[in-house]
């Protein structure tokens, strides 16, 4: 793997919690009840790392901070690892999609 290939996409599930929070609920106007809510992320450490950083306030994202449950590589492990510029496109990529299918998606 060459050092320029080291960035990875991430999905976190979070509590369904969040839907009580008006902002990500205005942001997933076509939210299916019962699909999962998810932050997706894109990071050049390993998720897990990344994750633990979320949940610690480390240049975290507050919804991922205060409702992230897990991560949920069957979502993303499939990409990684990818170039920089690949990992922003697939980060918004990625959330579209989840969004289409039904997910409720933050993805800053």
């Known amino acids: 793997m060459s050092r320029r290939h080291h960035h990875n996409v991430y999905v976190i599930e979070l509590s369904k919690d969040v839907l009580y929070e008006p902002k990500f609920k205005r942001c997933n106007p076509d939210y299916e009840y ?3 809510c ?3 992320g894109m990071t050049g ?3 897990d790392v990344r994750f633990d950083k979320h ?3 480390i240049q975290s994202n507050r919804y991922v901070r205060e409702y992230g449950l897990r991560l949920m590589p069957e979502l993303y ?3 990684n690892p990818m170039p920089y510029e690949a990992a922003q496109e697939m980060e918004v990529e990625l959330a579209i999609g989840l969004q289409e299918q ?3 998606v933050w993805q800053a």
């Open 34 to 36: 019962g699909k999962p």
């Open 38 to 40: 998810v932050y997706v």
């Open 45 to 47: 450490l390993d998720p």
């Open 55 to 57: 949940k610690a306030g």
């Open 77 to 79: 492990e499939v990409y």
């Open 102 to 104: 039904g997910f409720g």
